[in-house]
Nanobody, 125 residues
């Protein structure tokens, strides 16, 4: 059974950095586009970043541009999210997701077939 498992979350002070990892198993995700989403308490799950299957194309929500970087390692069946200059408003549960669809709707939750269980990121002020 295909699974995505996130790791690397934790507590960090504002201005600090965290690196999230998402490991795939049960299926090769090398031909999937991958995304990161986050959900803060009382809010909708929102798009953070996405990367196409080759790693040649990335996209970010405006609030993280210049601070976050998404990357992938297809031989390792993994995707990463490097988060720098963290702010308290980045506090959320972060989820990785995989999509086999082509096209440009990677910011939409419905575009993804597989989801991880999430990892908590807490940024203190």
């Amino acid at each position: 059974q295909a699974r995505l498992v996130e790791s690397g979350g934790g507590l960090v002070q504002a201005g600090g950095s965290l690196s999230l990892s998402c490991a795939g198993s049960g299926r090769t995700f090398s031909r999937y586009s991958m995304g990161w989403f986050r959900q803060a308490p009382g809010k909708e799950r929102e798009f953070v970043a996405a990367i196409n299957w080759s790693g040649g194309s990335t996209d970010y929500t405006d609030s993280v541009k210049g601070r976050f970087s998404i990357s992938r390692d297809n031989p390792k069946n993994a995707v990463y999210l490097q988060m720098n200059s963290l702010k308290p408003e980045d506090t959320a549960v972060y989820y990785c997701a995989a999509s086999s669809r082509a096209g440009g709707s990677l910011h939409l939750r419905a575009w993804y077939e597989y989801w991880g269980q999430g990892t908590q990121v807490t940024v203190s002020s």
